[in-house]
C-alpha cells in the first residue's frame, strides 16, 4: 500500500462540541488532528461528498497548530465531558508515526483531567499505553474496529491498517493494563461479511481478547461520493458483488445485511453467553442507576 503525501495546514478550531446526546458512545467533543486516513478502507464513509474533503486518496493534512488550540481550549471548558478520537480519521495511521499529534494531544488530556474514547484499527494506540493510564484515572476507553477476523480478507477492505490478529492483540494488552477496550463491529458489508460465521468468529475472538463490549451495526452507510469508490473497489477486489449491491440497494443510504435478524439473534445469544456488553455504559456513571444490561 502506497503511502500518501503529507500536507502541514492551519486551523481556526480543534475540539468541537457533540449536539445532543450521542447514543452510540457518549462523546460530549470530537477531535480529528488529521484530515484524511491512510487507512484506505474502501467502504469509508469520509469520503461522502457533503463532507468535501478533497483528494481524500491522495494526501492527509496535518493540522500542525492542533496542539496549541486543544491546549487554549481544553481549561475553558466548562463541561468535562468524554472527547471522541477518530470519527472522520484514524488517530493512529503512518502519520502518527511522523507527527505523534494523537499522542501529544492525549497528554494534553490527561493534564486537563478528560475522559477519552478512541477509536482505532492501530495497535500504534499501545505507544501511548503510560498515558491512557493516566488518563484511566478518569477514564480512558479504547474501542478497535474489527469487521472480520480474516486478515487476507482485511487487507482487501482495510490495505492500508493493521490486521484485525494485531488490533485483538492490542486490545488484550489494553485491559490488561486495566484499560476499558472493546470492538466497534462496523460495518458489516453485505454480500462479503453477513455470514454468520463471520459474526461468531469476530464475538469469539472478542471473547478471546478480553473485550468489554461490542458495538454493533450489521450492514453499510452508503452515499454520493463514498459510492463510486466503493464500487470501484468492489469491481477490482470482488467481481459481481457491486452488480448485487445495485439490484439490493439501488442508491439507499443504508445498505442492510441479508438475514439481518437473524445475524443480531445469533450476536445477542453469543453475547450474552460470553458476558459482552453490546453498548456502552454512561460516562459520568449515574450514582443511582443500575447497571447498563449487558444486552
Ligand atoms: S480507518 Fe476509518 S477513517 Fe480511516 S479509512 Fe478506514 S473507515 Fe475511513
Given at each position: 500500500?502506497?503511502r500518501?503525501?503529507y500536507?502541514?495546514?492551519?486551523?481556526?478550531?480543534?475540539?468541537n462540541?457533540v449536539?445532543?446526546?450521542?447514543?452510540?458512545?457518549?462523546?460530549?467533543y470530537?477531535?480529528?488532528?488529521?484530515?484524511?486516513?491512510?487507512?484506505?478502507?474502501?467502504?469509508?464513509?469520509?469520503?461522502?461528498a457533503?463532507?468535501?474533503?478533497?483528494?481524500?486518496?491522495?494526501?492527509?493534512?496535518i493540522?500542525?497548530?492542533?496542539?496549541?488550540?486543544?491546549?487554549?481550549?481544553?481549561?475553558?471548558?466548562?463541561k468535562?465531558?468524554?472527547?471522541?478520537?477518530?470519527?472522520?480519521?484514524?488517530?493512529?495511521?503512518?502519520?502518527e508515526?511522523?507527527?505523534?499529534?494523537?499522542?501529544?494531544?492525549?497528554?494534553?488530556?490527561?493534564?486537563?483531567?478528560?475522559?477519552?474514547?478512541?477509536?482505532?484499527?492501530?495497535?500504534r494506540?499501545?505507544k501511548?499505553?503510560?498515558?491512557?493510564?493516566?488518563?484511566?484515572?478518569?477514564?480512558?476507553?479504547?474501542?478497535?474496529?474489527?469487521?472480520?477476523?480474516?486478515?487476507?480478507?482485511?487487507?482487501?477492505?482495510?490495505?492500508?491498517?493493521?490486521?484485525?490478529?494485531?488490533?485483538?492483540?492490542?486490545?488484550?494488552?489494553?485491559?490488561?493494563?486495566?484499560?476499558?477496550?472493546?470492538?466497534?463491529m462496523?460495518?458489516?458489508?453485505?454480500?462479503?461479511?453477513?455470514?454468520?460465521?463471520?459474526?461468531?468468529?469476530?464475538?469469539?475472538?472478542?471473547?478471546?481478547?478480553?473485550?468489554?463490549?461490542?458495538?454493533?451495526?450489521?450492514?453499510?452507510?452508503?452515499?454520493?461520493?463514498?459510492?463510486?469508490?466503493?464500487?470501484?473497489?468492489?469491481?477490482?477486489q470482488?467481481?459481481?458483488?457491486?452488480?448485487?449491491?445495485?439490484?439490493?440497494?439501488?442508491?439507499?443510504?443504508?445498505?442492510?445485511?441479508?438475514?439481518?435478524?437473524?445475524?443480531?439473534?445469533?450476536?445477542?445469544?453469543?453475547?450474552?453467553?460470553?458476558?459482552?456488553?453490546?453498548?456502552?455504559?454512561?460516562?459520568?456513571?449515574?450514582?443511582?442507576?443500575?447497571?447498563?444490561?449487558?444486552?
Amino acid at each position: 500500500m502506497e503511502r500518501l503525501n503529507y500536507r502541514e495546514v492551519t486551523v481556526k478550531g480543534i475540539l468541537n462540541p457533540v449536539h445532543g446526546e450521542d447514543d452510540w458512545f457518549g462523546l460530549s467533543y470530537n477531535m480529528n488532528l488529521y484530515r484524511g486516513c491512510e487507512h484506505q478502507c474502501i467502504y469509508c464513509d469520509t469520503r461522502s461528498a457533503c463532507y468535501q474533503i478533497e483528494n481524500f486518496d491522495e494526501e492527509v493534512l496535518i493540522k500542525i497548530n492542533a496542539l496549541e488550540l486543544l491546549e487554549d481550549a481544553l481549561p475553558r471548558k466548562r463541561k468535562v465531558g468524554v472527547i471522541g478520537f477518530g470519527s472522520m480519521n484514524d488517530p493512529y495511521t503512518y502519520a502518527e508515526d511522523q507527527y505523534g499529534l494523537t499522542g501529544k494531544a492525549l497528554e494534553i488530556v490527561a493534564k486537563y483531567r478528560f475522559p477519552v474514547h478512541i477509536i482505532t484499527k492501530s495497535d500504534r494506540v499501545l505507544k501511548d499505553l503510560a498515558t491512557l493510564k493516566r488518563i484511566n484515572q478518569v477514564k480512558a476507553r479504547v474501542s478497535f474496529t474489527i469487521t472480520t477476523t480474516d486478515d487476507a480478507l482485511a487487507a482487501k477492505l482495510e490495505p492500508g491498517a493493521p490486521p484485525p490478529s494485531r488490533r485483538l492483540a492490542a486490545m488484550a494488552q489494553l485491559a490488561e493494563a486495566g484499560i476499558e477496550a472493546g470492538v466497534v463491529m462496523m460495518p458489516i458489508l453485505p454480500f462479503i461479511e453477513d455470514s454468520p460465521e463471520n459474526i461468531e468468529s469476530i464475538v469469539l475472538a472478542a471473547a478471546a481478547h478480553r473485550a468489554a463490549y461490542i458495538i454493533p451495526s450489521f450492514g453499510v452507510t452508503v452515499r454520493e461520493g463514498q459510492r463510486e469508490h466503493f464500487y470501484h473497489k468492489l469491481d477490482e477486489q470482488f467481481p459481481g458483488v457491486r452488480q448485487q449491491y445495485e439490484r439490493a440497494f439501488g442508491t439507499s443510504y443504508f445498505c442492510p445485511a441479508r438475514n439481518a435478524r437473524q445475524l443480531e439473534r445469533l450476536f445477542t445469544d453469543l453475547c450474552a453467553r460470553h458476558k459482552i456488553a453490546t453498548r456502552l455504559s454512561p460516562y459520568p456513571p449515574k450514582p443511582d442507576a443500575e447497571q447498563p444490561p449487558l444486552f
